[in-house]
């Protein structure tokens, strides 16, 4: 199953436009407000806390929206096939972490450590990915954080339970 930057761009910037739309109607509301209302205060402190969260929501998209398109600027692709993990390969990851992240004392009984969670993730990623049809980094775990994030969101939808559509993602699609 493959994904790309491309075909992701244009998606962020659908869902960029729905929220710069909400905030929009909020701000609108806001105006509309009758001072005069027993529920003011509390109606003026919901509708200020939902365009906060909005207005987070919608920096991060630009963020999002402007790294993309500059990793699409810079590598000729960025199209990432991955796969499904098995039930045994799954497991076998989570002892490997297991036995990574904890000291075990068998005469004591004691058990010490805290579970590594970015090993976790890492190990997962480079499981996940079958190829990288990109110039950038050959391992998926030497993308840059916020793309790493991104592949892995799109590689644990095709792994979990549910219904999940996937089709070919792609940056350069997005953008355009």
């Not at 491309?6 to 009758?34: F, K, N």
């Not at 929206?65 to 039930?87: A, C, K, N, P």
């Amino acid at each position: 199953m493959g994904f790309s930057l491309e075909q992701e761009i244009p998606v962020m910037e659908e869902e960029l436009s729905d929220v710069t739309d909400e905030i929009e109607e909020i701000e609108r509301r806001r105006r509309e407000l009758d001072d005069d209302a027993d529920d003011f205060e509390q109606r003026k402190k919901r509708l200020g806390k939902d365009w906060r969260e909005l207005q987070s929501q919608r920096v991060e998209l630009e963020a999002k929206i402007e790294r993309f398109g500059g990793y699409v600027d810079e590598w000729e692709s960025t199209r990432f096939v991955v796969r499904e993990l098995t039930f045994g390969e799954s497991q076998n990851l989570k002892d490997i972490v297991s036995s990574e992240s904890f000291d075990v004392d068998v005469e004591l009984q004691e058990i010490e450590g805290t579970p590594l969670q970015g090993l976790y993730r890492s190990e997962l990623l480079k499981m996940f990915v079958e190829e990288m049809q990109s110039d950038g980094p050959d391992d998926p775990n030497d993308l840059p954080e916020m793309l790493g994030d991104w592949l892995m969101e799109k590689c644990e939808s095709i792994n979990s339970v549910g219904d999940t559509e996937v089709g070919n993602l792609s940056l350069e699609d997005e953008i355009n």
